[in-house]
């Protein structure tokens, strides 16, 4: 049987750990290497599954754009300057993109559209299935209900987290607002400290907490006088993620040219 060579860039990081591990266990990928920012403990030491400890013959590199290369996939889970990096080996050899890097300015997921001329491009900020369930849900129940109903959204991750609110806290944001037929800019409410005033009708709030190792925890509520409705997620470990996007990365192959998320992927409709 002909299996799918998917790479993995970041493959020390937590998420790369984890992906390292979705792609060893499922029967239609191989793993193709993986790399490693420069300086990075992990250099020169083995790919191993995170969980049976399995050891490959592979070991992990800094030569990004060999391993764009010799890949049919590359999955990227790093931080936005490397997502940049690497987006410009897939333009240029035409490997599948899975870019799950959160934090990334309108300016940087430029480098994602370019490289999506030239070959698929997975990018979600969240490649989990019920979190784009999540997604769907929130945009419906805020198209029916109207701005009687206060939306806040809710996050907790793990303390390494370094951007905030996480990206997918931002697509629910995206996702109420697209209901409500709003920006969501005009009405982001992501900060609130001391004497802020009343809350202003219509407004989509987010609140941030940060602790331990939790991978991934969203509320959105929609708040009436006396009553409340609550949609949530909780994530009980990051190889869901892991999962998501290896399944995004089978997906890939057999599509075109182009920029797509998790509801291409999953089929959800996106209205
Ligand atoms: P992490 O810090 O544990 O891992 C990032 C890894 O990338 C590190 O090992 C780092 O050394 C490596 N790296 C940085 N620059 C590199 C380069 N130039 N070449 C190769 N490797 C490089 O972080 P994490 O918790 O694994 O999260 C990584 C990213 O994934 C974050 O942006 C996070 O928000 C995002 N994330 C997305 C989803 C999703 O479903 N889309 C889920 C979880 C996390």
């Not at 890097?101 to 001329?117: F, I, N, R, S, V």
């Not at 609130?192 to 602790?211: C, H, P, S, V, Y």
Request: net charge negative.
């Amino acid at each position: 049987m002909t299996t799918v060579k998917i790479g993995i860039v970041g493959c020390g990081g937590r998420m790369g750990q984890a992906l390292v591990g979705a792609v060893l266990d499922n029967d239609s990928a191989t793993l193709s290497g993986g790399t490693e920012r420069q300086g990075s403990p992990h250099m020169g030491k083995p790919l191993r599954h995170p969980v049976t400890g399995l050891e490959t013959p592979l070991t992990v590199t800094e030569d990004a754009e060999e391993l764009f290369r010799i890949s049919d996939v590359v999955i990227d889970f790093t931080c936005p300057t490397a997502t940049v990096l690497h987006a410009g080996y897939a333009a240029q050899h035409k490997t599948i993109h899975i870019a799950g890097t959160t934090g990334m300015t309108p300016d940087e997921e430029k480098a994602l559209q370019a490289a999506a001329a030239k070959t698929p491009v997975v990018y979600a900020s969240n490649f989990s299935l019920g979190v784009n369930l999540l997604f769907h849900l929130t945009r419906q129940a805020a198209r029916l209900l109207d701005e009687d109903f206060d939306i806040e959204i809710l996050e907790m991750h793990h303390r390494h987290k370094v951007d905030a609110p996480s990206g997918t806290a931002l697509s629910l944001g995206k996702a109420a607002a697209e209901g409500r037929g709003v920006d969501l800019e005009t009405v982001a409410d992501k900060v609130r400290d001391g004497i802020t005033g009343e809350r202003t009708r219509g407004d989509i709030g987010f609140a941030t907490l940060r602790g331990g190792n939790v991978a991934g925890e969203h509320t959105v509520s929609f708040n009436a006088y006396d009553e409340r409705i609550e949609l949530t997620h909780k994530a009980g470990d990051r190889a869901i993620f892991a999962r998501g996007a290896v399944k995004a990365a089978l997906w890939a192959t057999t599509q075109d040219p182009g920029l797509y998320d998790m509801f291409d992927v999953l089929g959800l409709p996106k209205d």
